[in-house]
């Protein structure tokens, strides 16, 4: 601060307009001189002047000037001071001195070897400087009970055999160079290991994607694991018997699959939700499972099925008249009302299904809601409806392999650890029903009404796009020796 105030008098004196201007500088802080010829006029205030200047003034006789507190013009002042060893100087002999005056002449020096030597003692400036360590900036200057201190800023301190000599200060460009190596190596080393740990756990860390809707109650964020665990916890309890047909007398795996394709066209029709359609299939399964039908009266049961789901799931439903309409009238309403309560009497009134479509707009989440996935997902999943063999498998598990199969043919990338989290199935887990829709895919089409439902521009085509992939790529994932090696059947599809 001292050396700030006299920096700023030296350069602004208003006083001084015939004398040179010096511009105090670190490197010429040690030979700083004030101008001794200064012209006074009139109440202009007197600069400060040195004492031997000061006497040769005649006009000041009359009123005694006040000392100055510091002499840092003449150079033969501070040789007679640097004379007397021991000597402290007084604390008003500092105050207009520069910073580098003040570490040399006003700051006693503390070091390691010699700390009782005043810093006002004679230098043989004349004696050669023998350097046997060279402190590096930045380590400190001395240790005074047990507190590190620090050496002055623009000095350099070299340790001699017998005393601690000082540097002349160099240029701040210098220091600042040196100053900016803070860290010590060891220090890099921690902080370079600690970044390629977080790099390691980046690609393996699960990202939290319910942080994101907190502020959207439609998302219900707070309560989205709980349900989705719940829907999987339930979902043995609404699962069909995969071997049904086997107590049907009457029908056959080929009758249900040509019913699912009518009420496919049915519910393209009516314009229904995809769930009422999946919710549909479910009745009709599980009823199945526990009643012995007629084949007469199988398109009954799938009328009333997708009657039951569509009052369920839909705001607005569709008449019961309109049902009977579909169905050629060969049912009356009244059949259709009680086909209903017996259906229902039958499942107990249970019909709250885990309907895949929700799993499949969790697993959605984390593939950035991308439509063209999640149309092709959707198209994959109603295959499971027409299929008896998926029946074995949960809906989540389906759900899960359909957006696999949608990923892998859009190449969008690999089955990380966010979208194995939120689906609930690993890559190894979801080869069964994944080869079972390559397996769909690459046979001939054996439903019309579903076939042409996806074979529309507004689903993309997604008929046409799966089935001319599985064509080419099905020998890849179908073979005997390639089912279970997911990363070179994926790698083989990507090279070609």
Request: no cysteine.
């Amino acid at each position: 601060m001292t050396a700030r105030s006299l920096r700023q008098r030296g350069v602004t004196n208003e006083n001084d307009e015939n004398g040179t201007t010096t511009r105090l500088t670190r490197a010429k802080a040690a030979a700083l001189a004030v101008p001794d010829t200064q012209s006074t006029a009139g109440a202009i205030k007197k600069p400060l002047q040195s004492k031997k200047s000061a006497a040769n003034v005649s006009n000041t006789a009359a009123q005694r000037k006040r000392p100055a507190l510091g002499d840092v013009s003449n150079m033969t002042k501070i040789e007679n001071v640097e004379s007397k060893e021991g000597k402290k100087p007084a604390a008003s002999r500092v105050g207009l001195t520069s910073k580098a005056t003040t570490h040399s002449a006003g700051v006693q020096k503390l070091s390691r070897t010699n700390t009782s030597r005043s810093a006002l003692g004679a230098r043989d400036t004349n004696k050669q400087r023998e350097t046997t360590e060279v402190k590096r900036p930045g380590s400190g200057s001395g240790i005074l009970g047990g507190t590190q201190m620090k050496r002055p800023s623009g000095q350099k301190t070299v340790r001699t055999e017998t005393s601690v000599v000082e540097e002349p200060p160099r240029k701040k460009v210098d220091i600042e160079k040196k100053t900016e190596v803070v860290e010590t190596a060891t220090e890099k080393q921690a902080i370079s290991e600690e970044l390629q740990d977080e790099k390691e756990d980046d690609l393996e860390e699960v990202l939290d994607l319910d942080t994101e809707d907190l502020f959207d109650p439609l998302m219900a964020a707070e309560y989205v694991i709980e349900i989705f665990d719940y829907l999987k916890e339930i979902e043995p309890q609404t699962m069909p018997n995969p071997n049904y047909i086997d107590h049907q007398e009457e029908l056959e795996w080929k009758m249900r699959g040509i019913l699912v394709d009518w009420l496919i066209e049915v519910h393209t029709r009516f314009r229904l939700l995809p769930e009422t359609l999946f919710l549909a299939v479910n009745i009709i399964d599980r009823f199945l499972s526990a009643e012995v039908v007629a084949l007469d009266r199988l398109q009954l049961v799938g009328v009333t099925a997708m009657f039951i789901a569509s009052k369920y799931e839909e705001v607005l439903s569709p008449h019961v008249a309109n049902f009977s309409h579909v169905a050629d009238e060969t049912f009356s309403d009244k059949e259709i009302l009680d086909a209903e309560r017996h259906v229902l009497a039958t499942l107990n009134y249970d019909i709250s299904y885990p309907n895949p479509m929700n799993f499949l707009r969790r697993i959605s989440k984390a593939d950035n809601y991308d439509i063209q996935t999640r149309t092709l997902g959707k198209y994959l999943m109603e295959v499971s409806l027409l299929d008896h063999r998926f029946m074995a498998y949960r809906q989540s598990h389906v759900a899960a392999a359909a957006m696999y199969l949608a990923r892998l043919i859009l190449d969008r990338g690999p089955w990380d650890a966010t979208l194995a989290h939120y689906a609930g199935y690993t890559k190894e887990e979801i080869l069964p029903v994944f080869q079972l829709l390559i397996d769909y895919l690459h046979r001939p089409v054996s439903h019309e009404a579903f076939f042409k439902k996806y074979a529309s521009k507004k689903f993309m085509k997604a008929s046409i796009v799966t089935r001319q992939w599985a064509k080419k790529y099905h020998s890849l994932y179908l073979d005997a020796d390639n089912a279970y090696s997911t990363e070179s059947n994926s790698n083989a599809h990507y090279s070609q």
